[in-house]
């Protein structure tokens, strides 16, 4: 990266990968809803729902997922104003046969909120970004902060900030909507360091471990209509709600929330992938595990065929570090949103079926990267949680993902990040052998906790029975979640192909009493050489069998299905995918 180049002659990640693949022109600073017509206009290309609650705004829209890949055009769509507006939806959609989806930010890679074959003629998007916002802390011991879907991370933790609180862990996208990120398990990074006493209010598991309590749209028998029923973490159909996948639609959660945290985050780019994966017998003091022993909070980016990572540390610092600079907003890396001339020209070539450049590209993605952090001053940084963990923006590069988290032990965390990397950089060895490179984003690999009812402080609380974080409790040993997520540019070729082998080997490797091995909601699964959620052995088989394994009986997989399905017998809250997961 060239520091004193114009930046109006480098164009956004975002702007260069969209019109290299045709995409429809978004906002380059903000990702906004496709092809907006309000339900009046002569515009329109479909009859208006029938019967259509009136006071509630109708349009149409485009949908688009986070990486382009799912694409419905004209959805009908809707901005209710409050919860009791979701309600008298939900009624509506039943009586008329519709299906309502819930939308916030849209910043998916699966099709969670709508898949590609979702039926224009009776889908509706019911958004909730637009007045489902608010959000208000409650200080005390315990504090808490009530919250509706809309609001996005970025408005959620600042208010937070203000008022003195934080999490340990979240989603580093501020512009996904809280809604979304409980709906999918979301989820940040950190475990407890070596002597770190964790504090109260505080979780290293999903952000939906910290619920207390929350507000949904349901089915009530005795009045054969939909009520706004709010559940307790003690409710055992809560367990299904915490982590529903997008098949209902939460109007109000209540968080547990503690004292924010002064971070310090030092990013190192010197530190060679075969130190930092080496297997335990020959790991050292810059091994993965060391440095989460010693910070507890870990994000490591490595780029295929690049010699050293991205690494970046997160200390928990009271006082400021002579050495760090201090910071008081979000996104401290603006390098990762500016593509420099010679990336947009291998990207250009990677794009137009020169996949050979591969190997040029993502080292020239690994330089900009030191270049920029050392150009802004950005490797050794001081602030509070939400301005240290909050780092992506919408304008980044579009790139899609498949990512699977490893349940075993803390003492297992050395081997499976080795066993991982030496089979993953085989696997593209062998690719490239054979002329191909289905890779060209950055491998990212966190370690979090799991899910911990006592988090909430409420005696009694229940677990998520789909969260991907959920414990084995025949299994107390496996405290620890390695998260390995696989990037690449959603056009290129053979990129499913070797997602669907290496999420093969992700599920034959770590069994038995090694570990357990989730999908991650929001991203990329069941991959084919067809393409994602296309593999229906996975879909019906290992995915649910993940989830029922080790788990009380009653109290799992199944458990959570029929628990959604009797809060929305109608399946209101549905959709054809999401009918052939959860079934």
């Known amino acids: 990266m060239d520091p004193t180049s114009s930046p109006t002659a480098r164009p956004t990640r975002r702007a260069v990968l969209g019109g290299a693949v045709g995409a429809l022109a978004l906002g380059a600073v903000q990702w906004k809803p496709l092809g907006r017509i309000p339900a009046a206009s002569a515009a329109t290309t479909l009859a208006q729902p029938p019967a259509f609650p009136a006071g509630i705004s109708l349009y149409q829209q485009t949908f688009q997922n986070w990486s382009e890949e799912v694409t419905v055009n004209g959805l009908w769509s809707c901005a209710p104003a409050t919860a009791q507006d979701v309600v008298t939806l939900a009624n509506w959609a039943h009586a008329q046969g519709w299906r309502l989806r819930p939308l916030g930010g849209g910043y998916s890679w699966s099709p969670v909120v709508v898949d590609p074959g979702t039926p224009a003629a009776n889908t509706l998007l019911v958004d909730c970004s637009q007045h489902l916002t608010a959000v208000t802390v409650h200080p005390g011991s315990p504090a808490s902060v009530t919250a509706q879907p809309g609001v996005t991370m970025d408005t959620f933790l600042a208010t937070l900030k203000a008022a003195g609180y934080g999490l340990t862990a979240f989603p580093v996208l501020g512009a996904a909507t809280l809604g979304g990120v409980l709906a999918t398990g979301g989820r940040g990074t950190g475990v407890p360091a070596v002597h770190e006493t964790p504090l109260p209010g505080h979780g290293y598991g999903s952000v939906g471990n910290l619920v207390v309590s929350l507000t949904a749209v349901v089915w009530d028998s005795s009045a054969s209509a939909y009520v706004l029923r709010t559940f307790q973490r003690t ?113 250009s070539q990677i794009i137009g079926g020169n996949a050979s450049v591969t190997p040029t590209f993502t080292g020239a993605q690994m330089d900009a990267i030191s270049a920029g952090l050392i150009a802004t001053g950005s490797w050794d940084l001081w602030g509070w949680s939400a301005d240290m963990l909050s780092y992506v923006r919408p304008t980044t590069l579009r790139i899609t993902s498949t990512c699977w988290n490893v349940i075993t032990s803390r003492a297992n965390v050395q081997r499976a990040v080795s066993e991982f990397f030496a089979a993953y950089s085989g696997k593209l060895a062998a690719y490239q052998a054979q002329g191909r490179f289905p890779m060209n984003g950055p491998l990212e690999i966190r370690v979090t906790g799991l899910d911990n009812t006592a988090d909430c402080q409420v005696p009694g609380a229940l677990g998520a029975q789909l969260s991907p974080l959920r414990p084995r409790p025949d299994h107390p040993e496996w405290d620890t979640a390695v998260w390995f997520d696989m990037t690449t540019i959603p056009v290129t070729p053979y990129a499913h192909q070797f997602s669907g082998e290496m999420e093969a080997w992700i599920r034959g490797n770590f069994t038995g009493s090694y570990g357990q091995v989730h999908a991650e909601w929001s991203k990329e699964w069941a991959n084919t050489p067809a393409g994602a959620w296309t593999d229906s052995a996975v879909i019906a088989g290992d995915i649910p069998d993940s989830y029922r394994a080790g788990q009380a009986a009653g109290d799992g997989w199944d458990a959570a299905v029929a628990t959604l399905n009797a809060l929305d017998p109608g399946r209101v809250f549905s959709s054809a995918f999401l009918d052939s997961v959860l079934r």
Request: glycine share 4%; aromatic share 12%; net charge positive.
């Open 235 to 347: 409710d055992p159909q809560i367990q299904a709600l915490l982590t529903n996948v997008g098949r209902a639609f939460v109007t109000e959660v209540v968080l547990r929330v503690g004292a924010d945290q002064r971070l310090r985050c030092q990013s190192w780019f010197n530190v060679s992938a075969a130190s930092l994966f080496a297997p335990p017998a020959s790991a050292g003091s810059q091994s993965l595990a060391s440095y989460v022993s010693s910070s507890g909070r870990v994000v490591c980016i490595w780029f295929p065929f690049t010699s050293s990572p991205w690494l970046r540390v997160f200390t928990p610092s009271p006082s400021k570090p002579w050495t760090s600079r201090a910071v008081s907003s979000p996104y401290n890396y603006p390098f990762n949103d500016i593509i420099p001339k010679n990336i947009s020209d291998l990207l």
